[in-house]
Nanobody
Framework: QVQLVESGGGLVQAGGSLRLSCAAS?????????MVWFRQVPGKEREFVAAISGTGLSTRYADSVKGRFTISRDNAKNTVSLQMNSLNPEDTAVYYC??????????????WGQGTQVTVSS
């Protein structure tokens, strides 16, 4: 079991940048988990944003964020990050990290964080 806590959200103007972080804890091996970022707007289901394999060698991105967002991880520190550049108001959402023992294509997850709010003003 792994516990996840997101941080780094906030208010930013369109065109700006934010870096989100997700810290994992618990009696587990962080490197065995594929880590995934999702986002959610009230009234809508969670939207996939980015995923990274346990080694960090494989990544996947939603088309809407390709070229703007970068997912990375530091297994020595049990963290995964999401660097978000060129933000626009459509990126406004609560961002969640999740962990799975599957692949970057896996649809089900073992753990979820509580989320961090990202608000992009026009």
């Amino acid at each position: 079991q792994v516990q996840l806590v997101e941080s780094g959200g906030g208010l930013v103007q369109a065109g700006g940048s934010l870096r989100l972080s997700c810290a994992a804890s618990g009696r587990t091996f962080f490197s065995t988990y594929v880590m995934v970022w999702f986002r959610q707007v009230p009234g809508k289901e969670r939207e996939f944003v980015a995923a990274i394999s346990g080694t960090g060698l494989s990544t996947r991105y939603a088309d809407s964020v390709k070229g703007r967002f970068t997912i990375s991880r530091d297994n020595a520190k049990n963290t995964v990050s999401l660097q978000m550049n060129s933000l626009n108001p459509e990126d406004t959402a609560v961002y969640y990290c999740a962990a799975t023992r599957g692949t970057v294509y896996t649809q089900t997850f073992n753990s979820w964080g509580q989320g961090t709010q990202v608000t992009v003003s026009s």
